[in-house]
């Protein structure tokens, strides 16, 4: 029979193994990522869903999830210059750990900077004004080694137009289900509104 002490060093080292596990499996990943960090090294992360590219009219709807579990949805016009409403809430941390793992399905591999954009899995930009439904930005505050900026990987959902890979229909159903766990707030729907009046 194994000594407390050997059971306690064993159930450490177990636990350790699993700190230094990838968040998800490459299975997972909707954007081909072969391995990430772990999930209490990409807890620390914030994530921002972002809404509203192209003309500057249609207005820019943010859902901004922090480390903290803290969530801030802004809507903002005129370019992001002008805030229209902004809403904050604090998720448990069981909803904010499960849209986290589901969000991490769509983060790249490589936080490589904000002019670097990943796409699903077979989705490539098909002109230059594709700019995407939306964008989910991870942004780790640890910057890399020799520079004191923050590092910053983007996700594009293509518009169904764009790409309709296997890929890009389970991201945008992810995302869906990832935005209906948030707290309500009437800013989406007047981002909608915004919208509406463009058609």
């Known amino acids: 029979m194994a000594s407390p002490a050997r059971i306690a060093l064993l159930f450490s080292a177990l636990l350790c193994a699993s700190c230094d ?3 998800i499996s490459p299975s997972q990943s909707l954007v081909g990522a072969k391995s990430l960090p772990s999930a209490s090294e990409l807890s620390k992360e914030a994530i921002e869903i972002n ?10 709807l ?22 229209v409403g902004r ?17 991490w399905q769509v983060r790249p591999e ?9 796409r699903p ?8 004004h594709d700019f995407g439904e939306l964008a989910v930005v991870f942004r780790s505050e640890e910057p890399k080694a020799g520079s004191s900026h923050s590092r910053i990987g983007v996700f594009v959902l ?11 229909m389970q991201a945008r159903k992810l995302l869906e289900r990832v935005i209906q ?9 007047k981002f909608e509104r915004r919208n509406a009046r463009l058609d």
């Open 21 to 23: 596990r990838s968040a």
């Open 51 to 60: 809404k509203g590219f192209g003309d500057i009219s249609l207005g820019f």
């Open 62 to 83: 943010s859902y901004e999830l922090k480390p903290d579990n803290s969530l801030t949805v802004t809507l903002t016009a005129r370019n992001r210059e002008v805030i």
């Open 87 to 103: 809403d904050e809430f604090h998720l448990s941390a069981n909803i904010a750990a499960d849209a986290r793992r589901m969000l």
């Open 110 to 118: 490589k936080l490589e900077g904000i002019e670097w954009e990943t």
């Open 121 to 128: 899995i077979a989705c490539h930009r098909q002109y230059d």
């Open 158 to 168: 293509p518009g169904l137009d764009s790409c309709r890979s296997l890929a890009a």
């Open 181 to 189: 766990s948030f707290p309500p707030s009437k800013l989406p729907s």
